[in-house]
């Protein structure tokens, strides 16, 4: 552990969570806005359902931790919307052992303590065509759809509002943007590109800054480490002052609220 202690995020799912520092991800956004005032913990496994991440829930939050996360935001659901398939094998998940495990997972993580802020992200749609293709190059059988997905988003979004947690609706947030079925994903349909991970910070950012929270985890809410002013500071034009830059963000191309 080193310090000076800050506040924890941790970000668990399936590979949305994994890849989310590739492709100037949604994590490594999360990380670069929050430097100096939070640390971001990854904890993402690429093709995993609720069922896994239920199997070790323990594991990546344990109970008797000393420092418990001050935000988790949690994505599962896409894989366990899968198609089952004839031998039993796949991810898939029936829908409503996918309602019970997301709820197992969230009352996990509400019993880590008082101020254990979640945010649940629901299924985003996907670009089918673009899942077909590269399914039948890599010699998988992919079945996905987002008439599945749809169902699963919406499961997700209904478990959230009678538990009270915070969710973003990424099935109906990322097609509100103009072309996002070629816009948002990869080339392999699923995951997220650039444009696509924007619409996942901005969406995030936006469940922070409305949540009445005390203290408030919103970026521009949390003090910034060591963030006084210093005789070592830059000097000012004028020769005499100092200038502290420690929350400068003009090196931002994005300027987030």
Not at 52 to 64: E, G, S, T
Not at 180 to 196: Q, V, Y
Request: hydrophobic share 35%; with cysteine; charged share 25%.
């Amino acid at each position: 552990m080193i310090g000076p202690s800050r506040p924890q995020f941790v970000l668990f799912g399936s590979s949305i969570v994994q890849l989310s520092y590739s492709n100037d991800g949604w994590g490594a956004a999360l990380t670069d806005i929050y430097a100096r005032k939070a640390d971001i913990l990854l904890r993402g496994y690429n093709g995993w359902n609720s069922r896994r991440a239920l199997q070790v829930i323990n594991q990546v939050f344990p109970k008797d931790a000393l420092v418990q996360p001050s935000l988790v935001i949690v994505y599962f659901g896409g894989n366990d919307s899968i198609e089952p398939h004839s031998r039993g094998l796949s991810p898939h998940v029936p829908l409503a052992e996918y309602i019970g495990n997301m709820r197992s997972i969230a009352i996990h993580l509400k019993s880590l303590s008082e101020k254990t802020r979640i945010i649940f992200l629901s299924c985003p749609p996907i670009n089918e065509d673009q899942v077909r293709e590269i399914s039948s190059s890599n010699e998988l059988s992919l079945s996905r759809s987002n008439e599945s997905g749809r169902r699963y988003s919406e499961a997700c979004v209904k478990l959230c509002r009678e538990m009270d947690l915070k969710v973003v609706d990424l099935w109906t947030a990322i097609q509100k943007q103009d072309g996002w079925m070629n816009a948002c994903f990869t080339t392999d349909g699923i995951h997220l590109t650039s444009e696509g991970s924007k619409i996942v910070v901005e969406e995030i950012l936006k469940v922070i800054k409305e949540a009445e929270w005390e203290p408030s985890l919103h970026w521009k809410s949390l003090p910034i480490e060591f963030g006084e002013d210093s005789q070592f500071d830059f000097v000012a034009s004028n020769g005499k002052d100092t200038v502290n830059v420690s929350e400068w963000t003009f090196h931002r191309e994005i300027q987030w609220k």
